[in-house]
């Protein structure tokens, strides 16, 4: 659950905010939805009115919720302080220990259904960083899903607050487990670096990504990596590049700068976007520049949620900026 | 009616809209009202709470709401969505076959007392793409006009949408039959070439006015033809240029670059500053600047409509920008 | 689409609205949703923004949208002013004609395929109201119902205003080839009297339901009919009583005065709350209070679409008012 | 211009506001407007943006402005915070001394030609107090309208906050004057014993009024006096009664107990309503019900201004709640 | 922290809160502050945003914040959502588990300040249900208070949902803890009867109270007790009367009825109202009136906390309804 | 008070506003106390709702209100409407003439007292503008700082249209009695030439400035001056950049462009930095890097009020943007 305030004024100066209901899989998933394909959520969410509320709005986000159990009390929330310019946007976290996600136990069985209905699964390493039950959980769905023969897609999304002390330490292992279980892999050369552990010469970040991407799925068995670097320019725009890595090919996308509405959620809709590029088998050199584009959208839309369809991509992998559409 | 989402939020995304009355007639009204013009709007409203709403409006931009017949049951509406850098504003009209407008009734003598009362006319093209009836009661009043000596503007203003499919075919003689009669014409090089079809070897734009109005002034007979190029670029901000072609001569106008708030009305804004500099017996050179400087503050102002006055204006036409005024 | 204005504030006095999506069937079937049906509206949306939020907004209240066809350009939209005391609510509406629910086009197997999926169809008599082509969709779905061993459930909600003038004897034998095909009625005295030109000597409301509830199922067989009685009360609370005739048996149920928050949807509600407890089948005489308990509910809930459970609905039938729940 | 809490909030919970223009003189003025009446306000507003928010506002409320000076600097003001039950609402004002009405010079030939488009005058007793310029200039308009055969209507208002210390004393002789020139008041007992010091034994409020209005119509030479009488219950409803004297007999209207949503303004509607009665020739008992219906029907509507029309008051003459119009 | 929905709206509905900062002890101090008295709170806050925005909400209270620490992570919330008539407001807690509150070390020498500064403390029930460590701080800071001769107030505000299953017998040792130690106690007859276990043989309860609150004084050696006696009425309408027992004699105030604004945190202001009564050496039949007026005001205020003045609270004892203060 | 319209909208669009309480002092310490220091102002405000309103907004802001005066009636306003590119934003200012700061009489103990518990006073030229009393309190006070050896600021803050006709003249004795008394001044060259008259050469601002400053300080003996100079560029960023002068030594901070969210209240930042700077000892060319980023962070906070913290400021002396902070 966001909760965010007016305009660009902080908590203290306000006593308004507004709420909808987001994280990464829930963005990936309704921006796949979007794009026509079924989306499921894995997830448990508490029997109150919040837990009420969240159903409703996944719903009206265009998700399936047949896989959502309600246990538990809590919803995870956090509140977000737009910034301007020099002055950050700002998150604070509700306390998560104890809320329905982190607390629920999936039976096997359900987690088996669950699986034998989709073709992609969608992992992301914020959960990843929540608590053993939660990883017992995600490892075991996506042991499932192998044992299916379902793609997994797994998102590092490594959070440096999440995992706290010596992190990347604690963080390793069970990265390399979901590694070594996915097909497709979001990530960066940090992530290479930090959370893996492996070593380059290389001091600028291009070099560095061509010498670890293909280490990385080398070491792994990784079919595809994908993501992208950001610039925050100082005049408050941001420049986007995104990069696949598949078949020992290392394509790196055309550089776009725009101006950012809302920041939140683009890597998701970058996600999103290679997912559906590769499950329609578009050559990669399209792929990119298509989750390039959606992610480029998602900067432009309120909330933490992709809402773009196909076509308004595919506009935006070409143009910029439009006039009135009437 | 405009019915415009909150901030840069899309029609699924929120539950609450602004709303506001414009239309291509009312902002140029409005505008001429703030230069200290009697303005009358002929049209027609229904006798319910939206047309109440309308009038009541109206009045409040200072219109005269004189002639406005209370008849039929509906309002033509739009939502506007508005867009943000590469995700373009999108407009979503209502059903307007039966609104009040399109299917008023009005008396010959109503229209010659309306006349009566003005030295100039205004038409729009959109109007012109609603109904036979509509296009009756336009060519009625303008001829009402010209017989009683007033002046008439018309404003081409052509929308492909509104006239669908063989589009520019089936405009072509019911724009010829206003342009015969109009003393001032707000036109571009695409009108010419698309509606009228009239040809030119030139591909730059300016290049093809400089061809094309003299022509067309020839042709129909009209004094004066004006109008603006509009450049979108990439860092989201419009460059605009105004034209004006009288006596033989083609004035360009000063390129200026800036940001948008809100684009609906700007084009009227300028007609409404070509009217008022002609009105005025200002030069070209000055009428040409004040309408393009009417136009880019209309770009700053929430709405459709503009509202500045011509000292706001005159300011414009020489700074780009000002502090706080106190 | 619902536009409602803030507080008790006229569309004159205001420029904000709030928007919901709405409709007699959407409040039952969201109603059913809410008591653990499947729901599954049969209607048709525009495919462009408007439709976008609306299927958006369906699919949050726990609808099906599957069957919903995305054809025409239209929305059917009404503009609500909350009155108070002795100033009533209006409501105004947009035109309908052209909407897409008006226009659409629905095939044969379509609706066989929905009906196949249910086990009760609800219909309504606004809709009846609209035109030949909305008539004769009504009509051919409820007649492949019937084929399929369907219920059929028909809310009589007889509309003067869209049936115009001589309505009655226009909407008479539409009314008519429903009631034969229908199972479960909602309709009191007047429809018998003035639709369907029934006769009694009864001057007293509750006395012609005695006299006319039987007759009106013996002439069209129909085995349960029901509905409600409410009188509006000097101190602007309203009293409300629920009556349901089956099997020979007028029962009527207690009377209930209660404050009214917002009034639009009730009669769903209550339609809701009988299907419900026949489904269920429950006595009759719990059938009454539990779907009166559902009426009086929905008049405490901003909108029109009824979103209590079971459970509230029973906590209400037994008390009126209760303390803050924590 | 009133400034308004949301809700039932006070200005130290709050950082919002919603605002209006009004004023005793706008709101008879627009409540005649609404009856077909034109309507003109003699005042003065500052050539500034909220000299133009208020020409603007005004004009919406159907005011010809045509008689507005623009002159001074500054617009009078008041907070509302709307109270609940035994809170009640509080109004707190901004410093009127150096408002624009306040500081404006009328000169005669404006009055003068400001009279003669007009049948009837209304003044009232809150300007009174204001300082004795204003006076001066009320005082110079009522003769003159005396003079031009005019009707003049005073309503005696009296505010003990704006007169202060010895205020009955200090008003009484600018009240004897207007009521000399008045055709018709608005007045009730307390304004004939504390303001003019009439003497009276009778202790009860409807005696007091059947022995001080014979005397004061007599003394001052008034053809018609009107007001009503208030009484606020327990239960947070109002009653009223309104009553009117002329030619010898006093008419006491029937009294109507209801719910508040809005207080302020409500003796402004009475008085538009005793105004369109007198002027419609309507039997006194008539005009009284009337007068009495519009003042109830302010209560209902947000805002200090009357909008209703003769249709919405003649309903509420008969009936005191309705269901929703549809 | 209370997060409420707009008006009468569900969580599910909309996409709006309003939050502003309360608690019990927050209420309490709030009120006293506006009867002249300095208030400080002993709690603890995170140093975030959410914190910051807090301590700054509550120095716009009135309350000194001297003795708030800053440490932890959370901020304990509740959503609110209103209800109308039949459907109860509805509070939905987030996890407080690991809230700044319920996590704080408070050292020794801090507290003992804190007890130097200040002539009363008030201790609450819902603080006594967190966890062990708040009760140990909650015992340690009573007996600092006894030690350095402070009057200690206790309100039991037992509340079943935090104590959980057994939670009578679990809350009972705590309870008596701090009654032993306690010389004005908030608590009405079931607090006796289902806290304390203390026996009746009465059915009825004021019956019940006149047995047990001399028995409950005696037992614990406390000087004062007071509390309220509420009805819900069939018209929305709640009832309230006040009662106080102190040396041998029990008081029971006048009951009135009353419309209910906002229901939380009436029974802090009845608490605030005791003390300054008591603290003002008033007689008890006034202290009750004033606290019991006190608790009406509060339940016409927006939000949790009382902010009525001495005035305003001498004015309602007296009167229960009053037209508008200009 | 400030009352600002929604968006960009004006006050003519628009019914409603947001307020806040604000004032070059109020700013001053208000960011002073987010550095951590005890912050008093010496003010009044009247003893109603808005005084009520005022007070507790003050004290949210952190500001201690023990030596606010609760006097006379009104409080001074102001309205903005915010520009947008080549429309300026516009204040509108209410009456200030009888405002409870400019009516009231402070005591002369009450003033030492004030002194005794600063280290530092901050006075502003917008002040001296107002009237004799205030005038007179502002030189007592001043006089009586030096007297009790406290550290004097002295922002210059020439408002020509508050010293209206002549102002230059008649300002001039008033700023040099301040002057000669302060120890840091807020000034800039025009300050320098037009109010006190003294004569240059230079042509280009910086090198006025560099001729000026030195000749100032030693006229008036003044220790520290400090100030910016801002350009406004065509691409609707703002350049600023500060300057310190003292010991003989002026030192010209480095320029930085930035776009702006707020522009009032920048001014005051700058000062809080200068004044928190100084007093931490740092030297000036730290002191005017981080006064200038407190400036730029001025411009990115809703509000006339700067809320940055130390920690804040000091990032922003290195980094222009930064990334959502989670």
New interface residues.
């Given amino acids: 659950m966001r909760?965010e305030t007016p305009?660009?004024?902080?908590?203290?100066?306000?006593?308004?905010?507004?709420?909808?209901f987001s994280g990464s899989g829930v963005n990936v998933l309704s921006a796949l939805s979007r794009f026509g394909h079924e989306a499921y959520l894995i997830s448990a969410l508490p029997d109150?009115?919040?837990g009420?509320?969240a159903v409703?709005?996944l719903?009206?986000?265009?998700l399936s919720t047949r896989h959502i159990m309600r246990s538990g009390?809590?919803?995870g929330?956090?509140?977000l302080?737009k910034?301007?310019?020099?002055?950050?946007?700002?998150?604070?976290?509700?306390?998560r220990?104890?809320?329905s996600f982190n607390t629920a136990s999936f039976g096997d069985e359900q987690l088996a259904a669950a699986v034998a209905e989709v073709d992609v699964l969608h992992f992301c390493g914020i959960t990843l960083a929540m608590n053993d039950q939660v990883r017992s959980h995600m490892l075991h769905l996506a042991r499932e899903a192998k044992r299916q023969g379902r793609k997994i897609v797994f998102d590092c999304n490594y959070?440096p607050?999440l995992w706290g002390k010596d992190g990347y330490e604690r963080a390793k292992s069970h990265y390399e487990q979901l590694l070594q279980l996915a097909d497709v892999v979001m990530m960066n050369e940090k992530d290479a670096m930090l959370v893996l552990g492996m070593p380059t010469a290389a001091l600028e970040r291009e070099q560095q990504l061509k010498e670890l991407l293909p280490a990385v799925a080398k070491q792994y068995d990784i079919q595809t990596i994908a993501g992208t670097h950001?610039r925050?320019?100082?005049?408050?725009?941001h420049s986007l590049k995104g990069y696949i890595f598949s078949k020992e090919r290392l394509i790196m996308g055309r550089e776009h700068?725009?101006?950012v509405?809302d920041?939140?959620g683009a890597g998701d809709a970058y996600a999103s976007g290679i997912i559906d590029g590769l499950l329609r088998g578009l050559p990669l050199e399209q792929v990119v520049e298509f989750a390039a584009?959606a992610a480029?959208?998602a900067?432009?839309?309120?909330?933490d949620t992709p809402?773009?369809t196909r076509e308004?991509i595919e506009k935006?992998v070409h143009?910029?900026?439009?006039?009135?559409?009437?």
């Fill in positions: 909760l305009g660009y004024s902080t908590l203290a100066q306000e006593n308004q905010l507004k709420y909808s109150n009115a919040l009420e509320a409703a709005n719903r009206k986000l265009g009390q809590y919803v929330m956090y509140f302080e910034g301007f310019g020099a002055r950050a946007s700002k998150v604070t976290y509700t306390d220990l104890g809320s959070r607050t950001r925050i320019n100082g005049d408050n725009t700068s725009f101006s509405h920041r939140v584009a480029r959208l900067h432009t839309i309120q909330g809402l773009s308004d935006a143009n910029e900026t439009g006039d009135v559409e009437r």
